[in-house]
């Protein structure tokens, strides 16, 4: 493909940052599913629990029964799960998850083995916290890069020397919170997405939708952010990220459409007259 992929965000959630606790009933959650995937998101990932710095705690048994009702009823979709807890990754991967995203970057190598016979991908996600959810911590730009590079370094290696294939692995170097509380790092890592790819030479996923560092950048409230969130995306396909994770794929695919067309040229053009 010439775009990235979309990865359209399905928070079954009582206390999300971005939609408060729109989807936490199950037939909520389905049917906003379905909405994301008729507007254009590829995969649909399921986010049982919320992780911004503000979130209640929630235990794998919570998790596991709001994602129960919600994996069953979209089976025939690809689905990604996002939480870091192994009991809740257990019953995702048995219960029809194609990918994994765990905000800790699957940290525990006693699990490895585990991991290993899965053949579900895993989004490998780095973050300055390194375990649980976000927190306000304030980290110098000039720093992430070489931290973010280090924690790549080792987990990729580990991960690998497992037994896990580089076809399993996509790389997430976190934004927003997982940075700092601060914009200047997510805008430092956005700027250098291609410096990621061309290191490890594995796909990247990117979630720049509607996080705090945007809403500080542009001073627009949470109800306004879209326009700026969708400059972030495409600047990140510029940039070579294969997947993006967003609560708006409808608009992204719509403007990916343009930018795709306008970046092949006129000969692409002249195929859709």
Known sequence: MDRPLLVGIVNITEDSFSDGGRYLAADNAIAHARRLHAGGADI?????ASSHPDAAKVTPEQEIARLAPVLDALGDLPLAVDSYHPATQR??????ATYLNDIQGFPDPRRYDELAALTCRLVVMHSVQHLGPATRVRTEPQTIWPAIERFFDARVTALESAGITRDRLILDPGLGYFLGST?????TVLANLSRLKSRYNLPVLVSPSRKSFLRTLTNTALSDVGPATL???LH?????????RTHDPAALS???IVHTTLTNGA???????
């Not at 990140?236 to 993006?244: N, P, V």
């Not at 000969?267 to 007259?273: A, D, I, P, V």
Request: proline residues 8%.
């Open 91 to 96: 019953y995702a991967a048995e219960h029809g």
């Open 267 to 273: 000969e692409c053009l002249s195929t859709k007259r």
């Open 183 to 187: 914009p200047e790092p997510s805008l």
């Open 236 to 244: 990140a396909t510029t940039q070579g990220a294969d997947y993006i």
């Open 254 to 256: 719509t403007a990916l």
């Open 231 to 233: 400059a972030a995306e």
């Open 44 to 48: 649909i990932e399921l986010g049982p």
